[in-house]
């Protein structure tokens, strides 16, 4: 077919000197569904953006929207894991949980099947509000909610309290995901991910010694696990606030940019082919986010995952415990467990960000929690064997690395608002599902061994890298489709994935030529999806 004649809106122009050229024409209207960038590209004049200026709009950009991320998750997850902390200073005991039953299990489901029943409404919620706002608002109700955990007193009022908490925390990973996308182009999406992820880790560092110092307080009318509910709800009230105030709702909004930085944070986006934000719900969007079977491979992937995180998650303490620990001593050694999480993390970011290729890192993030659970299925509980457990414990602390990396991949790889943010959910109802399975494959009965609960986990790492290797095969059939149907509109059927490559990497890279050639990239702000987009270059 004749390369087509067709009058491009914006063209980007990369010259040696490493510098991007954007002309944008005037329109009198956008119309309803582009993307809200759109609006702001067809009303600017010509600008030029530099390396430099590349730079310092990302600096600023990680300097307000970083510290944000990275505290409300500490806090998430800090909240989430007060519970295994409370098991350990007497919570089964203090609200007579039955330790022969589910009970203790079902606290810890609970949280997840909220989250599960809560996605469908979180996605829309998260393309039509203003997500700044919408995270404040969130955070604020969850922190009040674990305020009131500190009156719970009996199994029905701490399943009650622990219900309502996870309804309010499931729209925050989600809108982390959506925010991170809106921001970071698609080569620094996997780092500013894992950054915020990795605030498991420095939980049960802060957390275990924080719990430690609350677990020390001698109160007359609270049990030490009200205590620790009650401060950590305050101090999320006290952080909500700040995240509404100064959490922007897109860049387009933000008032820590002036117009000119507003233009270069939406147009250094446009080769990711994913857009910023339309808050236009779009149904044949949700049609082929269900239809798309990379959605079900990474959705049984955080599923497969999400059963061992939920596991061990509630009954880390308890397994650490079954050791020959006591209680203070329970806490400060899970601590180390916390240091194996940041840096299978980030170091696994780091890795698959330098690779560019998320499968065979998370190939590699599961060989050790495989080690891991043999160690602790093969070896016995006596005193002498201690080392050798707490080892294969630290070894299965790799697991927290593999879904942020599922979560960046998914993304980087769903182009089309709507469709981002349906895909999301749909994840998060996997990894709710597995984390409401993960703490019922373990009973506080079967301690010390757990046997029942690691055979399962053994099984699922296991199928984590089957998944992942079929992921690889059809994501390398999807890019032949879209470079047959390049070829077919006469552009390049191979062309550089721009977003994936630094400024110099851009300026040395000979088919940079494409971007400019044959229309490449006009779609990056229609709000089409990534199988409508013959541009999108899917990743592996």
């Known amino acids: 077919m004749a390369k087509q004649d067709v009058p491009t809106p914006v063209q980007q122009e990369i010259s040696k000197n490493e510098v991007n050229t954007v002309e944008s024409v005037h329109k009198p209207t956008t119309p309803k569904g582009k993307d809200k960038a759109a609006e702001l590209l067809e009303s600017s004049e010509r600008i030029t953006v530099t390396p430099e200026d590349n730079k310092r709009i990302l600096r600023k950009i990680d300097l307000v929207i970083l510290p944000i991320l990275l505290s409300v998750y500490f806090l998430q997850s800090l909240d989430k894991t007060t519970l295994s902390y409370a098991s350990v200073f007497g919570l089964i005991k203090d609200a007579n949980l039955d330790p022969d039953s589910d009970q203790y299990s079902w606290l810890g489901s609970i949280v997840y099947v909220a989250q599960l ?130 959490m922007p709702d897109s860049p387009m909004e933000a008032r820590f940019l002036n117009g000119e930085e507003k233009l270069v944070a939406v147009e250094r986006l446009r080769m990711n082919q994913m857009g910023v934000a339309s808050r236009v719900w779009k149904w044949d969007h949700v049609l082929e986010a269900f239809l798309d079977l990379k959605t079900w491979l990474w959705f049984s992937m955080l599923t497969a995952v999400s059963i061992p995180s939920g596991g061990i998650t509630t009954f880390g303490p308890l397994i650490i415990q079954s050791f020959g620990f006591g209680s203070f001593a329970t806490i400060l050694f899970n601590m180390p467990f916390g240091a194996v999480q940041i840096i299978a993390t980030l170091g696994g970011a780091w890795l698959a960000t330098r690779l560019k290729k998320k499968a065979p890192v998370l190939i590699l993030l599961c060989i050790p929690p495989i080690i891991g659970i043999i160690i602790l299925m093969v070896v016995g509980r006596e005193k002498e064997h201690r080392g050798v457990l707490l080892v294969g414990y630290y070894l299965t602390s790799f697991y927290p690395g593999i879904s942020p990396l599922i979560y960046s991949w998914s993304g980087q790889n769903t182009g089309g608002d709507t469709k981002r943010k349906v895909t999301t959910s749909i994840l998060f109802v996997g990894a709710s599902a597995g984390n409401i399975i993960g703490p019922h494959l373990f009973k506080p009965s079967e301690k010390p061994r757990y046997s029942r609960g690691l055979r399962a986990n053994l099984a699922l790492f296991i199928a984590i890298v089957v998944l992942v290797v079929l992921a690889v095969f059809w994501i390398t059939i999807l890019n032949r489709k879209h470079g047959a149907a390049r070829e077919r509109l006469g552009k390049a059927a191979k062309i550089v994935d721009l977003s994936m490559e630094t400024s110099r990497q851009m300026a040395d890279a000979g088919e940079t030529a494409n971007v400019s050639e044959g229309g490449v990239g006009d779609k990056a702000f229609d709000d089409i999806t990534d199988v409508k987009n013959e541009d999108f270059i899917y990743l592996y």
């Open 117 to 246: 029943v809560m996605q469908p409404i979180v996605a829309v919620l998260l393309v039509k509000l203003p997500i700044g706002k919408f995270t404040g608002v969130m955070v604020f109700t969850w922190g009040v909610v674990l305020c009131g955990m500190a009156g719970a007193t009996t199994f029905a009022g701490l399943m009650a309290t622990r219900f309502l908490l996870g309804a309010f925390e499931a729209a925050v990973a989600p809108a982390f995901i959506a925010i991170v996308q809106m921001w970071y182009k698609r080569s620094e999406q996997t780092n500013r991910n894992a950054a915020w992820y990795a605030m498991l880790g420095i939980v049960n560092i802060l957390g275990s010694l924080l719990s430690y110092g609350l677990g020390h307080i001698h109160s007359d009318r609270l049990h030490s696990y009200q205590i620790i509910f009650l401060f950590c709800g305050l101090l999320t009230v006290v952080v909500s606030i700040f995240v509404y105030i100064f």
